[in-house]
Structure formats: structure tokens, C-alpha cells
Nanobody, 118 residues
Framework: VQLQASGGGLGQAGGSLNLSCAAQ????????MAWHRQAPGSQRELVAS???????NYGDFVKGRFTISRDKARLTTTLQLNNLKLEDSAVYYC?????????????WGRGTLVTVSS
């Protein structure tokens, strides 16, 4: 199983970007999905998570600007980033808890870079 992220790139302060992540391979069941981010010199932090029951949690810094969603049939999660701020610049990582064969384990995508300019 691999998590393939897309989207990201260069955005302007106050603008929007959309990130998408798709699970590829044998996926028998998928639990929580999430986005984390890591800026240079900073620790990785949770941006947003969504359970299989669509219970959502956001990092405190989101403050209503981002929206996470998921599509069970397509095995995807998306993160809509609105009202971008310079401090949103970071590598964004997709995360999922997946059962492929026996047992659940966590998977991480490679990360997609978001750069916000003024």
C-alpha cells in the first residue's frame, strides 16, 4: 500500500490550495486519515484528521480555514486550504491507518510542498 499525495505548490497569502491523497494497493479497510505538516526547523504537527465515521479534528492553528474530507469508495482524503498564511508553508504529509491483509498499520505519504507567498 502506498499513499500518493497531489496538489500543493505555490499559493498566495489569502488564497487557496487543495491537497489530495489516494491510497493505492490492497486496502481491506481504512481507519483514520490525516494530514500533518512540517516546516523547516519545526516539528511535524497535526493539521487535520478524519475518522471512518467522519469525526474531524483540526489543529488549533487552522481556525476554520481548512477543510478535510474523505471518500471511502475512492480511498482518498482531501484537504482544502483557504485563507492561506505565510506560516502555512510546509511539507504536508498524508497519513492513514490501513488494514492490508492481516492487521492495521500506519502509512505515510511522501509529502507535498506548500509554499505561500505574500
Amino acid at each position: 500500500v502506498q499513499l500518493q499525495a497531489s496538489g500543493g505548490g505555490l499559493g498566495q497569502a489569502g488564497g487557496s490550495l487543495n491537497l489530495s491523497c489516494a491510497a493505492q494497493g490492497r486496502v481491506d479497510s481504512m481507519g483514520i486519515m490525516a494530514w500533518h505538516r512540517q516546516a523547516p526547523g519545526s516539528q511535524r504537527e497535526l493539521v487535520a484528521s478524519i475518522t471512518s465515521g467522519h469525526i474531524i479534528n483540526y489543529g488549533d492553528f487552522v481556525k476554520g480555514r481548512f477543510t478535510i474530507s474523505r471518500d471511502k469508495a475512492r480511498l482518498t482524503t482531501t484537504l482544502q486550504l483557504n485563507n492561506l498564511k505565510l506560516e502555512d508553508s510546509a511539507v504536508y504529509y498524508c497519513y492513514a491507518w490501513i488494514r492490508s491483509g492481516r492487521g492495521y498499520r500506519e502509512y505515510w505519504g511522501r509529502g507535498t510542498l506548500v509554499t505561500v507567498s505574500s
